[in-house]
């Protein structure tokens, strides 16, 4: 499958919006409100508490109502649509003080610890319900074979980030706020642009959209072609996208014929294989999981016949139930508190260890070159990850960024180059690591389609339940690495969070930290990477059943439609299409 340039180049500038607000505020926000507001340490606590709870909430509600939408737009666009001015105004309202003055009814503290939990909370909320949609569509308009690419475009859109990312830092004066304010309010604009115009121009199937195919692309007898669909031909009603939109992606190839009757002989063997299909994860609910016959009309799709908690609460139970996305949530969670580390203590570890011996323009530069360097090894990684899959590609990641872990710690804080190497390889290698776990949750919403025999993908509510257990690192590792570095002797006194008189003893602490930390973080993340079983031959075998249940549904579809008035008798259907569904037939058994 190869997405329309417009299409595209929609999904990068979506990103670069996305991207560039989450990066800019996880920057800022802590050394903000802890060094430049004042903000004390037991405000910081009740804000990442009220934080915690409200990001255990919006993902999975944000991803059942998106899942469910009635919306003849799509699932993914009107989110993105909607939600990006909000996303705009919310990323402002950190950079903006409350009044510090008391007044009758509320402390000037109590004001401030309210502005930083409003601030989280609503950024969070806009956020969440945006870069859900934006996920979601890594898995609604395109196939395994195809993410990789998709995602390595996107990756792009991150390496553009970094020049806002880099000049923001430069303009952050603590004692003269102002160009930074209104550099950030060309930034909310910039980014609502460029989500605004992005979801205009995203391509959902079945939604009046149409991904341009090469007329001369075929499905060849390999591992990596296999599992590359044409096209995604799930359709609004759960079932399968319209007899003519199909046609509309067939190569131009007149000599590409199919009969009839070669359609109803693989059809049959194709009901005989979903019929073999066994509940893995658990026994089916029979009103989730039933695949919808023939003639069945929109309101008979099963998850459109269920509304409410209780249904919400069902399909959790279901996902909760799939033993690989149990142990993915553990590795994923663990990667969130690294992500938080990383980039929320940025600046001060910077500050800290390396402020007495290089000038401040080269510690500025690290920004820049951490915020480039993240998305372009995602990009140079992206060949190998489509190669070998992206689950050796993570588990090597792990394994480096533990080797380096070890050898910083062991030379010792006096060696700073090597200790400024580390802080930014840190964070490369933890946010370009980050960016392929898309892939595997994409590559477990197929694993539930197959086995659950679902209508439709549960793409959003995978995404949300995912991070309704993971994006509570972000709070917990905040809190986490203040603690420890109290310990060491940093403390809050009345204008910032800083180290006390014994700096020797804080600077130790710091290192300590930025060492073990993702350290520990990596031997548990292999330690569960280990067991987790979607991957070589297994996940094949998935990309090839997902394959065959389309390809059944697309042929009902087009028995349905063969007598109509709007199909034509002598359309054809593309030989590259049966030759595919051949290779499925003797891989789907695996």
Same mark, same amino acid.
């Given at each position: 499958?190869?997405?329309?340039?417009?299409?595209?180049?929609?999904?990068?500038?979506?990103?670069?919006?996305?991207?560039?607000?989450?990066?800019?505020?996880?920057?800022?926000?802590?050394?903000?409100?802890?060094?430049?507001? &004042?903000?004390?340490?037991?405000?910081?606590?009740?804000?990442?508490?009220?934080?915690?709870?409200?990001?255990?909430?919006?993902?999975?509600?944000?991803?059942?109502?998106?899942?469910?939408?009635?919306?003849?737009?799509?699932?993914?666009?009107?989110?993105?649509?909607?939600?990006?001015?909000? @996303?705009?105004?919310?990323?402002?309202?950190?950079?903006?003080?409350?009044?510090?003055?008391? #007044? %009758?009814?509320?402390?000037?503290?109590?004001?401030?610890?309210? $502005?930083?939990?409003?601030?989280?909370?609503?950024? %969070?909320?806009?956020?969440?319900?945006?870069?859900?949609?934006?996920?979601?569509?890594?898995?609604?308009?395109?196939?395994?074979?195809?993410?990789?690419?998709?995602?390595?475009?996107?990756?792009?859109?991150?390496? @553009?980030?970094?020049?806002?990312?880099?000049?923001?830092?430069?303009?952050?004066?603590?004692?003269?706020?102002?160009?930074?304010?209104?550099?950030?309010?060309?930034?909310?604009?910039? !980014?609502?642009?460029?989500?605004?115009? &992005? #979801?205009? $121009?995203?391509?959902?199937?079945?939604?009046?959209?149409?991904?341009?195919?090469?007329?001369?692309?075929?499905?060849?007898?390999?591992? #990596?072609?296999?599992?590359?669909?044409?096209?995604?031909?799930? &359709?609004?009603?759960?079932?399968?996208?319209?007899?003519?939109?199909? @046609?509309? @992606?067939?190569?131009? =190839?007149?000599?590409?014929?199919?009969?009839?009757?070669?359609?109803? $002989?693989?059809?049959?063997?194709? +009901?005989?294989?979903?019929? =073999?299909?066994?509940?893995?994860?658990?026994?089916?609910?029979?009103?989730?999981? #039933?695949?919808?016959?023939? *003639?069945?009309?929109?309101?008979?799709?099963?998850?459109?016949?269920?509304?409410?908690?209780?249904?919400?609460?069902?399909?959790?139970?279901?996902?909760?139930?799939?033993?690989?996305?149990?142990?993915?949530?553990?590795?994923?969670?663990?990667?969130?508190?690294?992500?938080?580390?990383?980039?929320?203590?940025?600046?001060?570890?910077?500050?800290?260890?390396?402020?007495?011996?290089?000038?401040?323009?080269?510690?500025?530069?690290?920004?820049?070159?951490?915020?480039?360097?993240?998305?372009?090894?995602?990009?140079?990684?992206?060949?190998?990850?489509?190669?070998?899959?992206?689950?050796?590609?993570?588990?090597?990641?792990?394994?480096?960024?533990?080797?380096?872990?070890?050898?910083?710690?062991?030379?010792?804080?006096?060696?700073?180059?090597? /200790?400024?190497?580390?802080?930014?390889?840190?964070?490369?290698?933890?946010?370009?690591?980050?960016?392929?776990?898309?892939?595997?949750?994409?590559?477990?919403?197929?694993?539930?389609?197959? +086995?659950?025999?679902?209508?439709? =993908?549960?793409?959003?509510?995978?995404? *949300?339940?995912?991070?309704?257990?993971?994006?509570?690192?972000?709070?917990?590792?905040?809190?986490?690495?203040?603690?420890?570095?109290?310990?060491?002797?940093?403390? $809050?006194?009345?204008?910032?969070?800083?180290?006390?008189?014994?700096?020797?003893? !804080?600077?130790?602490?710091?290192?300590?930290?930025?060492?073990?930390?993702?350290?520990?973080?990596?031997?548990?993340?292999?330690?569960?990477?280990?067991?987790?079983?979607?991957?070589?031959?297994?996940?094949?075998? /998935?990309?090839?059943?997902?394959?065959?249940?389309?390809?059944?549904?697309?042929?009902?579809?087009?028995?349905?439609?063969?007598?109509?008035?709007?199909?034509?008798?002598?359309?054809?259907?593309?030989?590259?299409?049966?030759? !595919?569904?051949?290779?499925?037939? +003797?891989?789907?058994?695996?």
């Amino acid at each position: 499958m190869a997405l329309s340039r417009t299409a595209t180049l929609a999904y990068v500038v979506s990103k670069l919006g996305i991207g560039v607000t989450s990066q800019i505020f996880n920057l800022f926000y802590v050394d903000l409100y802890l060094n430049v507001y &004042g903000l004390t340490q037991w405000w910081f606590a009740v804000g990442q508490i009220v934080y915690f709870v409200w990001n255990s909430v919006n993902d999975p509600l944000f991803g059942w109502l998106q899942d469910n939408s009635t919306s003849d737009k799509g699932r993914r666009s009107p989110a993105i649509y909607y939600g990006a001015p909000l @996303l705009a105004i919310s990323f402002l309202v950190p950079f903006f003080r409350p009044s510090a003055a008391d #007044s %009758d009814w509320m402390t000037a503290e109590t004001r401030l610890g309210l $502005h930083f939990t409003l601030a989280l909370c609503l950024f %969070d909320g806009f956020w969440t319900y945006v870069c859900l949609a934006h996920s979601a569509l890594l898995t609604d308009t395109c196939y395994s074979g195809d993410r990789a690419q998709l995602l390595q475009y996107g990756e792009y859109g991150t390496v @553009l980030s970094a020049l806002p990312v880099f000049v923001s830092y430069v303009l952050f004066d603590k004692s003269n706020l102002l160009p930074f304010q209104l550099y950030m309010l060309s930034v909310a604009l910039f !980014a609502f642009g460029a989500m605004w115009w &992005g #979801s205009r $121009h995203t391509v959902e199937l079945g939604y009046g959209g149409h991904h341009h195919i090469d007329g001369k692309a075929r499905v060849e007898a390999s591992s #990596s072609s296999s599992s590359s669909m044409k096209d995604n031909i799930s &359709g609004n009603d759960g079932t399968v996208d319209s007899y003519v939109t199909m @046609l509309e @992606l067939r190569p131009s =190839s007149s000599s590409d014929n199919l009969s009839s009757s070669t359609l109803r $002989h693989h059809k049959h063997h194709q +009901h005989q294989r979903d019929g =073999s299909d066994d509940g893995s994860f658990g026994s089916n609910h029979a009103l989730l999981s #039933s695949t919808p016959k023939r *003639g069945a009309t929109t309101t008979s799709t099963t998850i459109a016949a269920l509304s409410g908690f209780w249904a919400w609460w069902h399909v959790v139970k279901q996902i909760l139930a799939h033993r690989n996305f149990r142990l993915f949530v553990g590795v994923n969670f663990v990667q969130v508190c690294n992500m938080a580390f990383a980039s929320n203590f940025f600046t001060m570890i910077e500050a800290q260890l390396l402020g007495g011996v290089f000038t401040s323009s080269f510690r500025g530069s690290l920004v820049l070159v951490t915020e480039v360097l993240s998305p372009l090894l995602s990009i140079l990684l992206s060949p190998h990850v489509i190669r070998f899959g992206s689950y050796r590609v993570i588990k090597i990641m792990f394994v480096v960024k533990l080797v380096l872990a070890c050898l910083t710690y062991a030379m010792g804080q006096q060696h700073l180059l090597f /200790v400024a190497f580390f802080l930014l390889a840190n964070r490369v290698l933890t946010s370009s690591t980050f960016n392929f776990f898309n892939l595997s949750v994409s590559d477990l919403v197929d694993e539930d389609f197959v +086995h659950r025999r679902r209508a439709k =993908s549960m793409a959003a509510m995978y995404f *949300g339940t995912n991070a309704l257990f993971t994006k509570p690192g972000y709070s917990f590792a905040p809190m986490f690495v203040v603690r420890v570095l109290a310990h060491y002797g940093y403390d $809050h006194d009345k204008s910032k969070f800083r180290a006390k008189a014994d700096g020797a003893r !804080a600077r130790h602490g710091m290192f300590v930290l930025l060492c073990l930390f993702p350290a520990v973080s990596c031997v548990v993340q292999l330690l569960l990477w280990r067991r987790y079983t979607l991957h070589g031959t297994h996940l094949e075998s /998935v990309k090839n059943r997902v394959y065959a249940r389309h390809l059944s549904r697309y042929r009902d579809k087009f028995d349905n439609n063969n007598n109509s008035s709007n199909v034509d008798a002598g359309d054809e259907l593309p030989v590259d299409v049966l030759a !595919a569904d051949d290779l499925s037939d +003797h891989s789907s058994d695996e």
